[in-house]
């Protein structure tokens, strides 16, 4: 759970030359012969005596390197399967202590938190927290502290308890839930925090100074764990889900009667091939009680990333993940992935031939059959990742007067992911790979404009030396895509390449290819300790031929970029700040034809106040900007330079009542565009087990040159753009509700509406003119009517139309909202009931956007779908 403090604060020191920090060690003891501890949190156990405490926990945050506001000490014992920890963490005011309540992984309020790395390879660890109030909480860390995993969800046992001293806790833990070698003495590594809440500070056993890089690197040592054998881990956990949906009925529609209900089910497990490597199985996997995706809309035409939600996928995917070009600068489409989950299981990409009068039934999601995932670590250093997954062939039904008939919509898939990394420099360093493949089976004629095969392969590496405080790395990819000319024509056309645009010598259309490969990757340097200056310097490239989303996630190809990031920060508090953070970044970036297409510089600040609210503040100039892509395959579009800012204020987050607030804006040169976006939200806690929270959002989006359409009049183009004013409202309110840590009820709900209205329509003929008035040619009011939601353009006036298109104008209205009580009865077993809405459909976009959303949202019969789903959780 420090990743969230940890990531903020990596890289401060107390002087300007590395410190050599003493590892820390403490030596736990067997219980032999004394009775296992109880777990009640009040360590009155005689076993509890076998060992000694150890204490002098040292400030990390705000002030590093000082007396903690109170002491914390612990003791360790151990026997054949479990590992025990007693806490007592010092407070002379115990009923001032913050007792948050929230669901697991919450970490609200006062907590102490444990984190083991067993397999000693000082770049993973396990951890576990518990809080005041007795809520658990578990992640996987994982790179040295920069990824904690809260998806991983073992079984482990704790109790607090309060008293005049201060509050303790106990900790169980079954070793199978810990992976370690099988030498006769183990030695971890060992670090413990504490939250001191009031006081929103936190205090280490193992002291590390804030400008050390890493975090399990820097660990102290647990010793004296002799004959202990790793534990293979063998879980099986079967669910049933009962699901009922309700909506309104559309008349005619035999597919659409009003309700549907259905039960499944299904099973996941976990086995333990070795105490190192772990095989998870799913087969028939359910997730419905997932959050629903936030509303989202993008006139860019890219696709909009969304994180994974579902379980068995989020667990462990760290050890999967191949990011291409993450930077600390940003701005180098950092959530480009060679693996992006979401596809496995999305909705059926084909679509069937119907006629008039014809009703169609598509399944909402491709059916998941099975899916197996064989990861973890081993003692000497090696991460291995494979991932194998088959989603069923789906068929659309079609009824015409009774009569029905199937259509494939989606093929039956294989899936696989192959993933391995190597540690080796004392753990300094890493080589890794991955693999990818994708192949569909049988693709029929309605279904060949998918790639029959795709397969992508990688290279990764790291270095780092002067005790981490310097690195370099990078990776490099190859795609390969296989289909039919249609599949690799469209392959061609689409968003991500446009290799029919006009004027890029470059590329072309081949009409006649059955094959794609390219390349893509990264290069960078950067130091992140030792001292007040950081910085990181690379570049990043994506071939006109690189293809990832058949099994990974990729915004655009053709695209060589530098990018430079340059940080300085505080070391120690004062009368004023906790911290403060300065940074300087720029971008640059060509096409494959050498056209110098973007220039950006950047500056921003963040401060951590004397009373713990959080600003920041930051501003852009980009005083060159091209698109290859605004024109949908038309020539390469100049866009006016341009400045922005952001601005976000956040107060204190212990108080019960807590606001904050972020805006940008934007604005060209020449007021071609502009554009503002501002959130405001408050949190209230009333009491420890309620929280509730309503954010809304407004954005303000104007564009004189929006793309609309391309059209061919008379044998010559026509890029039609039009002026928009867009504008999107929205507000997602949570309520959670803890009666305890295992029983919980949860709400989240998000109405939603996104209007777009056009006028101004013009053509683009002279793409990268610098004044922005001769880019184009304009439409007098005289030369465009619009009738029955058509728009006709008389260019020369002779009263004979040259050309017509739909009116672009929208109103996206959406609410979707969750209600979710989740019990967990006993250790790892859960009983879920849901409760999902949704209303999604077109508005008027003549209306304002309070009465559309009134209009499309209340009145309306939602769908609503109510899921029972219960598992239990077998450890043998």
């Known amino acids: 759970m420090s990743s969230c403090w940890l990531n903020a604060q990596e890289n401060e020191q107390t002087q300007d030359t590395t410190e050599v920090i003493p590892?820390?060690?403490?030596?736990?003891?067997?219980?032999?012969?004394?009775?296992?501890?109880?777990?009640?949190?009040?360590?009155?156990?005689?076993?509890?005596?076998?060992?000694?405490?150890?204490?002098?926990?040292?400030?990390n945050q705000p002030d590093e390197n000082t007396p903690p506001s109170y002491q914390t000490k612990f003791k360790i014992l151990y026997d054949s399967k479990y590992l025990y920890i007693g806490v007592r963490c010092y407070d002379d005011e115990p009923d001032e202590i913050v007792k948050r309540l929230s669901r697991r992984d919450g970490f609200e309020g006062d907590w102490v938190e444990f984190n083991i790395d067993s397999y000693h390879d000082k770049r993973t660890a396990f951890s576990f927290t518990v809080t005041a109030a007795g809520v658990k909480g578990d992640e996987f860390i994982s790179n040295n502290g920069n990824n904690w995993d809260g998806s991983w969800n073992p079984i482990w046992y704790t109790k607090t308890n309060i008293d005049g001293e201060g509050w303790t806790a106990e900790l169980k833990i079954p070793l199978s839930q810990l992976k370690f070698g099988s030498s006769d003495n183990q030695v971890w590594g060992l670090q413990s925090t504490r939250r001191f809440f009031r006081g929103e500070e936190r205090s280490l056993w193992q002291r590390k100074p804030v400008d050390q890089p890493g975090w399990v690197s820097e660990f102290g040592e647990l010793?004296?764990?002799?004959?202990?054998?790793?534990?293979?881990?063998?879980?099986?956990?079967?669910?049933?889900?009962?699901?009922?949906?309700?909506?309104?009925?559309?008349?005619?529609?035999?597919?659409?009667?009003?309700?549907?209900?259905?039960?499944?089910?299904?099973?996941?497990?976990?086995?333990?091939?070795?105490?190192?490597?772990?095989?998870?199985?799913?087969?028939?996997?359910?997730?419905?009680?997932?959050?629903?995706?936030?509303?989202?809309?993008?006139?860019?035409?890219?696709?909009?990333?969304?994180?994974?939600?579902?379980?068995?996928?989020?667990?462990?995917?760290?050890?999967?993940?191949?990011?291409?070009?993450?930077?600390?600068?940003?701005?180098?489409?950092?959530?480009?992935?060679?693996?992006?989950?979401?596809?496995?299981?999305?909705?059926?990409?084909?679509?069937?031939?119907?006629?008039?009068?014809?009703?169609v039934e598509i399944p909402d999601n491709t059916q998941i059959i099975g899916a197996a995932k064989f990861s973890g670590k081993t003692k000497d250093g090696w991460a291995l990742g494979v991932l194998e997954s088959v989603t069923a062939k789906k068929y659309a039904t079609i009824d015409n007067n009774g009569e029905r008939r199937r259509e494939v919509v989606?093929?039956?898939?294989?899936?696989?992911?192959?993933?391995?990394?190597?540690?080796?420099?004392?753990?300094?360093?890493?080589?890794?790979?991955?693999?990818t493949a994708t192949n569909r089976d049988n693709l029929t004629e309605g279904l060949n404009f998918l790639h029959k095969s795709a397969y992508t392969g990688g290279l990764d590496f790291k270095h780092q030396w002067n005790n981490r405080d310097w690195y370099?790395?990078?990776?490099?990819?190859?795609?390969?895509?296989?289909?039919?000319?249609?599949?690799?024509?469209?392959?061609?056309?689409?968003?991500?390449?446009?290799?029919?645009?006009?004027?890029?010598?470059?590329?072309?259309?081949?009409?006649?290819?059955?094959?794609?490969?390219?390349?893509?990757?990264?290069?960078?340097?950067?130091?992140?300790?030792?001292?007040?200056?950081?910085?990181?310097?690379?570049?990043?490239?994506?071939?006109p031929e690189l293809e990832l989303n058949d099994l990974g996630f990729q915004r655009q190809a053709d695209d060589i970029r530098h990018y430079t990031w340059v940080g300085y920060q505080t070391l120690k508090p004062d009368s004023t700040f906790r911290r403060v953070g300065i940074n300087y970044n720029h971008w640059t970036a060509w096409d494959f034809e050498g056209n110098h297409n973007y220039l950006q510089f950047n500056t921003n600040s963040w401060q951590n106040w004397k009373n713990n609210?959080?600003?920041?503040?930051?501003?852009?100039?980009?005083?060159?900007?091209?698109?290859?892509?605004?024109?949908?395959?038309?020539?390469?579009?100049r866009q006016s330079p341009w400045g922005s800012f952001w601005n976000g204020i956040n107060t204190d987050n212990r108080k019960k009542v807590r606001f904050n607030v972020f805006h940008n804006g934007r604005k060209a040169v020449d007021n071609s565009f502009n554009s503002y976006f501002i959130r405001a939200g408050v949190t209230y806690q009333p009491v420890d087990a309620i929280r509730v929270s309503a954010f809304p959002s407004y954005n303000i989006n104007n564009?004189?040159?929006?793309?609309?359409?391309?059209?061919?009049?008379?044998?010559?183009?026509?890029?039609?753009?039009?002026?928009?004013?867009?504008?999107?409202?929205?507000?997602?309110?949570?309520?959670?509700?803890?009666?305890n840590p295992n029983l919980t009820i949860q709400y989240w709900g998000q109405p939603f509406i996104s209007r777009g209205r056009y006028s101004n329509f013009k053509h683009v003929n002279d793409a990268t003119a610098k004044r922005f008035e001769n880019r184009f040619v304009q439409y007098d009011n005289n030369q465009v009517s619009l009738a029955d939601g058509t728009y006709s353009v008389d260019e020369d006036l002779n009263g004979v139309t040259d050309f017509s298109f739909g009116n672009p104008d929208f109103s996206f209205v959406q609410f979707r909202s969750n209600l979710v009580v989740r019990w967990e009865y006993i250790p790892g077993s859960e009983i879920f009931l849901v409760w999902s809405q949704d209303v999604s459909q077109s508005g008027d976009p003549s209306q304002g956007l309070f009465t559309g959303l009134g209009d499309n949202i209340f009145g309306q019969k939602p769908q609503n779908i109510f899921l029972l789903k219960a598992t239990y959780r077998f450890v043998l």
Do not use: C
């Not at 009155?44 to 204490?55: G, H």
């Not at 190597?422 to 890794?432: H, P, Y």
């Not at 698109?627 to 949908?632: E, V, Y």
């Not at 609309?708 to 044998?715: E, Y």
């Open 613 to 637: 609210w959080f600003t920041n503040a930051g501003f852009n100039y980009a005083p060159v900007q091209y698109s290859n892509f605004a024109l949908r395959g038309g020539p390469r579009l």
């Open 23 to 59: 590892k820390r060690i403490y030596l736990t003891k067997p219980l032999g012969s004394e009775k296992t501890p109880i777990v009640d949190g009040l360590l009155d156990d005689n076993a509890w005596n076998i060992v000694e405490w150890t204490s002098d926990y040292i400030e």
């Open 223 to 359: 010793h004296g764990l002799k004959n202990i054998e790793p534990q293979k881990q063998l879980e099986i956990q079967p669910y049933t889900v009962a699901s009922g949906e309700t909506y309104e009925a559309e008349e005619g529609n035999p597919f659409r009667d009003g309700n549907e209900t259905n039960l499944t089910v299904g099973l996941d497990a976990k086995i333990g091939i070795t105490n190192d490597l772990t095989l998870d199985l799913t087969v028939n996997p359910d997730f419905g009680q997932v959050e629903a995706d936030p509303s989202a809309i993008a006139l860019d035409g890219f696709q909009i990333f969304f994180r994974e939600q579902r379980p068995f996928f989020v667990e462990n995917k760290n050890i999967f993940d191949f990011n291409i070009s993450q930077s600390e600068a940003g701005n180098t489409f950092g959530s480009d992935n060679v693996f992006y989950s979401r596809r496995i299981g999305r909705s059926p990409q084909g679509f069937p031939n119907t006629s008039d009068g014809e009703f």
């Open 410 to 435: 989606e093929p039956l898939t294989n899936y696989f992911v192959g993933r391995v990394q190597k540690d080796f420099n004392d753990r300094n360093s890493f080589v890794g790979g991955v693999f």
């Open 703 to 739: 564009d004189k040159l929006q793309f609309v359409s391309n059209l061919d009049v008379n044998g010559a183009p026509r890029y039609l753009n039009g002026e928009i004013e867009q504008r999107t409202l929205s507000m997602s309110f949570r309520l959670n509700y803890t009666i």
């Open 472 to 543: 370099f790395g990078g990776n490099i990819i190859l795609s390969h895509v296989q289909g039919s000319e249609e599949a690799i024509e469209n392959t061609q056309r689409s968003i991500t390449r446009l290799f029919q645009r006009v004027g890029a010598d470059h590329v072309e259309v081949d009409e006649t290819k059955t094959t794609l490969t390219g390349t893509g990757g990264d290069v960078k340097i950067g130091k992140i300790g030792n001292g007040h200056w950081r910085f990181e310097s690379g570049g990043t490239w994506r071939s």
